[in-house]
């Protein structure tokens, strides 16, 4: 494999299980709350409508000539990875509660509990909020499997990456169920968000004609450059939020 590829196979898999793991905190509370058939029902239903859209625009992506094609596409990912670089940041530094999946879970059952008396065999409720919960999260793995994959003529290799990311999620909820909370997901997501940023960049430069010094090894470097600026300004932020607190008092 490429280092674009291994780049690409990385960050795949990486945005997947962190969505993946939100989906998840979803259907374990849905099944707990409203019953196991209705939940995963909605999930079999998510997915194979997720299938359908990879499987019809992963064709008709790769057939957009190249560079105006990383170009948009360039343009997307680094929407995609500033956003959740920010939201990482912020978590980081303080300025942002931590994303608590067990607190995610506890509301969902919650608000699932006021939605009425559970109805035996299939019960709606259940089978939407799994639904919405599988299909919104995985939506987002999809667009990053079709941008990352297009763009690299790979989207077979984005799409087993996710997979894989998926498969691990789904066996590790089984066995861990509701203890999602261990999860590193502010670590995962700056990782991500820094992958994401970094392919941007390289593909919207590609795109205009920039020629990168090594070609694909240039990825890895955009990485470290990333994510040099994403720990000085976490630092930063960290020394500016102390000295507003010893102000303030």
């Known amino acids: 494999m490429t280092s674009s590829q ?8 990486l945005a997947s299980s962190v969505e993946m793991v939100e989906a998840l905190t979803i259907v374990v509370a849905a099944g707990v709350s409203r019953g196991w058939r209705s939940a995963l029902e909605g ?26 094609l990383r170009v948009v596409i360039g343009g997307i ?20 509660a931590p994303h608590d999946e067990d607190v995610i879970y506890a509301r969902t059952v919650e ?6 008396e559970v109805r035996a065999g299939r019960d709606p409720v259940g089978f939407a909020v799994a639904f919405k919960g599988t299909f919104l999260e995985g939506l987002e793995v999809v667009i990053v499997v079709l941008t990352l994959g297009a763009t690299d003529h790979d989207v077979g290799l984005a799409a087993l990456a996710a997979l894989a990311a998926v498969v691990l999620v789904g066996l590790v909820g089984v066995v861990v169920a509701r203890q999602l909370a261990g999860v590193p997901e502010n ?63």
């Open 6 to 13: 291994v780049v690409l196979v990385v960050a795949v898999f």
């Open 43 to 68: 999930v079999a239903a998510a997915l194979v409508l997720l299938g359908i859209l990879v499987a019809a625009l992963g064709p008709v992506l790769v057939k957009v000539p190249l560079n105006p």
């Open 77 to 96: 990912l680094l929407v995609f990875g500033l956003q959740w670089l920010r939201k990482a940041v912020l978590r980081a530094t303080g300025y942002k």
């Open 111 to 116: 608000e699932m509990s006021q939605s009425g």
């Open 187 to 249: 670590t995962m997501k700056t990782a991500v968000g820094l992958m994401l940023v970094s392919f941007g960049s390289f593909w919207t430069g590609e795109g205009l004609g920039v020629h990168w010094p090594g070609s694909d090894l240039a990825i890895p470097v955009l990485v470290g450059v990333y994510g040099l600026v994403v720990g000085l300004l976490v630092v930063s932020l960290r020394r500016s939020r102390v000295a507003g607190g010893v102000h303030a008092s």
